[in-house]
């Protein structure tokens, strides 16, 4: 069975006020493959992530899952902190115990149970992760900009600027937007044209 | 605005509009309809001759928002970019029924090509910034109170915009539609259409309350003993110096009047609000010659089938959804598309320059790359289960399964057959295609079969 | 433990499309709207993904309810 870290995020009081983190740190060492488990006051904080790669090299974890906010929000902070730590950054699993959890009930117990449940999951699956390879797709270093209102020209000039090519696509036969139509602007009055 | 045509690193297409985009972040196809201008702009050289000889003289001019006339080769204004006419297909006589053709006679460079057509270009990116802006809420069809329309000085603050512009209908001097007279009092009603559920939209426009204490500034300014009436549900300033612009107005004269107009009715040749002041806890009538109204931001025409084009969503009111609201302002669900400006939300232009500017950022950071990684958690065909039924190409939402030969060792020698095979910079990682695959040879890395199915077993445990 | 004392409490098993229902359930956290503790949410990438033995399985180990959104 491989060696599989949990982490389990406070989050300040977001988490810690709702789910009892240091109880679902122990209950899931009692779960497959478990070899370590803590719960920390910011994960994704510089110390937070210095816990995981100390820990992935000093117990030899192999997976790695961290209960804390929505992946959506730190998924790619903590695959960075995996891969730093020397595993494969997809060896890694994410439990959002912030959104879809403390953020949205009241009762301790219940919250608790769920957070640990989450993790369980998590567990589960981590130990079937395999190791992933990003591969490469070329870039065409030229720009397209829809629309040649004051956002698009301010753009297209400054992705311009960097040197790159910029294809600027505009409707009307002018560009310019509702900007060129206004007068003077707020708040310096200056002219818009 | 010259600053763009004249940059070597930008071309530009106007009178122009993308008609189909193909690809994925960093290999976008584009194609564009560049509509007939029937002008030969390489020719052209701006001089007008052609608009102050066309006999069509009284079309009303959408730049000026109906208050100014055009005619049927025109430019939208005098400082256009690119500096060059085009003909209004539906409204030249030439095109209409044969017989005119003045323009093309008078033209010094020989430009007017009245066969011109449609042109379709191809273009290839690598990523898209979209900045098709706003259009204002059309307050005619639900705003009875106000007259639908009928009283023609009801404008809306782009028309109030036009008229104190030095290059607008009027030569920036503020007279009313009806009768071209100086109006003496001037009411600004705000949050039309916005702030407004049952007949506009929920949302603030933010632009309104700042560009509302300009307009009162210009009339107190323009009009010598004029007057500026203001109806508001609040004042909204929070932008840097900007409450401080607001107190100029109150200091210049403007007299901001808490409540809603519920009606607006003429008395004689001026128009009477009626509203409560909700300050004073009583009702109030004012007397005015012209009604300015600050109507709602709303997305641009057309931007639904757009977003709908390029491939990313619009949120519940049709403006296009950023990635995040705190985190990704600029960024779409879509690989390599960006958002500037009011397509995103209603924006005034300090912010609409700032997220423009975001926005090329990204697009920098995108080409500062010699090539993109891909996000591995794709479609991954083990095709020695695959029996090439061509199931799975189809159902693929993006185009990434294609059919290839493969050879295999048969009882009888070597045999080619066809296998499925995953275009990993097209494959989104959606794994359709994997509950579409019969023989069980599709899976998707990252969420597979084994490791949902493990995540159902906790669960249940 | 009847369904109607209270006590009992279903367990149901929701799949939710990274994009969209699992965007959605941030959401509701972001705005705390309560809702009750017995849902557990599998992030799938797109409804797409679904497989018909998933809800098989989360039925067959005993699950009350499942929920695909997507
Ligand atoms: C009456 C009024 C007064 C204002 N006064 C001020 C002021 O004083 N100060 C201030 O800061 N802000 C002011 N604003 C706000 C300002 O107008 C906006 O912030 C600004 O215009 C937003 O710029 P934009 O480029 O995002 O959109 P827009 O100006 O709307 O430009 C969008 C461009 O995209 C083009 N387009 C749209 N769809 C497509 C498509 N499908 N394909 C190709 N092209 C397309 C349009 O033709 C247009 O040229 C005012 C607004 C109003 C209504």
Known sequence: ?????????????????????????????????????????????????????????????????????????????????????????????????????SWVHNDKEEATRKASDLVRMAVFKVLKNEPLQPGTIPVTKRALVIGGGIAGMQSALDIADTGYEVILVEREATIGGKMVQLDKTFPTLDCSA | MVAVAQHPNIKMYTYSEVEAVNGYIGNFTVTIRQKAKYVDWDKCNGCGTCETKCPTKKLKSEFDLGLGNRTAIYKAFPQAVPNKPVIDA??????????????????????????????????????????????????????GEYGYGKFPDVITGLQFER????????????????D???????????????????????????????YTAKHSLQVLEKIPGGEAYVFYMDVRTAGKNYE????RSLNAGAKYIRGRVSKIYPRGDRLVLKSEDTLLGMPIEVEADL?????????????????????????????????????????TFTGGVYLAGACQGPKDIPDTVAQASGAAVKVAMLFSKPELSTQPMVSEVDVSKCSGCEFCVPICPYQAISMKQVEERGPKGPITRQAAAVN?????????????????????KGFTDEQILAEVDALCL | MSVNDGAWKPKVVTFACNWCSYAGADLAGLNRMQYPADIRIIRVPCSGRMDPQFILRAFQQGADGVLVSG
């Open chain 2, 244 to 247: 401080e612009f607001y107190q």
């Open chain 2, 163 to 178: 008229l104190v512009n030095a290059s607008g209908p009027t030569g920036g001097k503020i007279k009313r539609p009806s």
């Open chain 2, 291 to 331: 009604v300015v109204l600050a109507t709602a931001m709303e997305p641009a025409r057309g931007a639904e089938e757009i977003a709908k084009l390029v491939g990313f969503s619009t949120d519940k009111d049709g403006f296009f959804q950023e990635a995040h609201p705190k985190l990704q302002p600029v960024e």
């Open chain 2, 90 to 143: 539906e409204n030249c006589r030439k095109l209409k029924n044969g017989k005119c053709g003045v323009c093309e006679k008078i033209c010094p460079t020989q430009a007017i090509n009245f066969d011109d057509k449609d042109e379709l270009i191809t273009e290839n990116v690598g990523a898209i910034v979209m900045a098709t802006g706003f259009d204002l809420f059309d307050w005619t069809q639900t705003y």
């Open chain 2, 424 to 444: 990993e910079g097209l494959c989104q990682g959606c794994g359709a295609c994997i509950s579409a695959c019969r023989s069980g040879a599709l899976n998707l």
């Open chain 1, 1 to 101: 069975m491989k060696r599989v870290g949990v982490f389990v995020c406070d989050c300040g009081t977001n988490i810690a006020s709702v789910v009892d983190t240091e109880r679902v740190a122990r209950e899931a060492l009692e779960m497959p493959g478990v070899v370590y488990a803590t719960n920390y006051k910011y994960m994704c904080s510089d110390p937070g992530q210095d816990l995981i790669k100390k820990a992935i090299q000093e117990q030899n974890l192999e997976r790695v899952v961290v209960a804390s906010c929505s992946p959506r929000m730190h998924e790619n902070t903590f695959r960075k902190a995996v891969g730093d730590g020397g595993l494969n950054p997809y060896l890694f699993e994410m439990v959002n115990i912030r959104e879809q959890n």
């Open chain 2, 180 to 210: 071209g007279k100086t109006p003496q009092s001037v009411a600004f009603i705000k949050c039309v259409g916005s702030r407004d559920d049952t007949k506009g939209k929920t949302y603030c426009s933010r632009a309104c309350c700042m």
